[in-house]
């Protein structure tokens, strides 16, 4: 089988296919399916996509396009979503696609909790088939990923972990926010008084890797609800991210990266734990 083909097969037919469906849900299958190949297992991917891409919405277009000058304020606008997929396209054909990340990081990291950070969940996976190698389909799917990211652009409540506690104690200590029925936007709006006494208490000092196994280990044993699994994983996309640019995300970055993925399970949310594979993103 060729493994490169699949992810690539892959990839072209879900990109006829929208970033959210259902309302505001976040299509997982081009992240499940470049990590269901890199994984070892191509061989299910299309028959796991058969059963998904029937749920999902089609590929929203474009009405008023993206400009240079102009992308500020279309930025963290969802009702500009195919204008922004329709600006990534052509950046990623007409820029290297270092020169793009470069460019769009810092634009782009500042609101990292976008679709509860499934904007950068779904490029550091992109980065990941780039760095294997590069053609249409990857860059397509940068660019989608970009796009995504910054239609849904979100900015969290931010403070420097200063005191010296560990994840799960510093977990623990932290108020759920008063209302729970809406979605992400209306939990991370209610955050802003809640931070000052948990980020007092989080260590900053703590390796990163270790600060998100802690505290994905704790919340799994105290069956905490959670968004917490883009939380973490989102955290862990800076890193792929940092590849292409050549260096270590910035401190800033990291800081936005932990702040937005502590908010993030602050919020609350459905259970992700436990899953039994990689391909259950695509059920």
């Known amino acids: 089988m060729n493994i490169?083909?699949?992810?690539?097969?892959?990839?072209?037919?879900?990109?006829r296919t929208g970033p959210e469906f259902e309302g505001r849900l976040s299509?997982?299958?081009?992240?499940?399916?470049?990590?269901?190949?890199?994984?070892?297992?191509?061989?299910?991917?299309?028959?796991?996509?058969d059963r998904y891409v029937?749920?999902?919405?089609?590929?929203?277009?474009?009405?008023?396009?993206?400009?240079?000058?102009?992308?500020?304020?279309?930025?963290?606008?969802?009702?500009?979503?195919?204008?922004?997929?329709?600006f990534f396209e052509r950046e990623v054909t007409e820029r290297p696609r270092r020169t793009v990340l470069e460019t769009w990081w810092p634009r782009l990291l500042p609101g990292i909790a976008a679709g509860a950070t499934h904007g950068v969940i779904r490029t550091g996976h992109a980065v990941?088939?780039?760095?294997?190698?590069?053609?249409?389909?990857?860059?397509?799917?940068?660019?989608?990923?970009?796009?995504?990211?910054?239609?849904?652009?979100?900015?969290?409540p931010s403070a420097v972990p200063s005191g010296t506690a560990g994840p799960a104690s510093a977990l623990a200590a932290v108020p759920r926010v008063p209302d729970q029925k809406a979605g992400i936007n209306h939990r991370l709006g209610q955050l802003a008084d809640l931070t000052g006494a948990a980020s007092r208490r989080a260590s900053g000092a703590a390796g990163e890797g270790r600060a998100v196994r802690g505290v994905s280990e704790e919340a799994s044993a105290t069956g905490k609800p959670d968004w917490l699994c883009p939380a973490a994983q989102a955290v862990g996309n800076l890193h792929p991210l940092g590849v292409p640019l050549a260096r270590r995300p910035p401190v800033s970055g990291q800081d936005?990266?932990?702040?937005?993925?502590?908010?993030?399970?602050?919020?609350?949310?459905?259970?992700?734990?436990?899953?039994?594979?990689?391909?259950?993103g695509l059920a």
């Open 4 to 15: 490169d083909g699949t992810l690539d097969e892959a990839y072209e037919r879900l990109h």
């Open 27 to 49: 299509n997982h299958g081009p992240m499940a399916v470049e990590s269901m190949v890199r994984r070892g297992h191509a061989r299910q991917v299309h028959r796991r996509l």
């Open 54 to 86: 029937r749920r999902l919405d089609e590929l929203p277009r474009g009405a008023s396009p993206v400009t240079a000058d102009g992308w500020r304020a279309a930025l963290g606008d969802p009702h500009r979503l195919g204008d922004w997929l329709a």
């Open 128 to 156: 990941h088939a780039l760095l294997d190698h590069e053609d249409g389909p990857r860059l397509a799917e940068l660019g989608q990923a970009l796009g995504y990211w910054a239609a849904r652009w979100q900015q969290v």
């Open 256 to 280: 936005d990266g932990h702040t937005a993925g502590g908010r993030v399970v602050l919020a609350g949310g459905r259970s992700c734990l436990g899953r039994a594979d990689v391909g259950d």
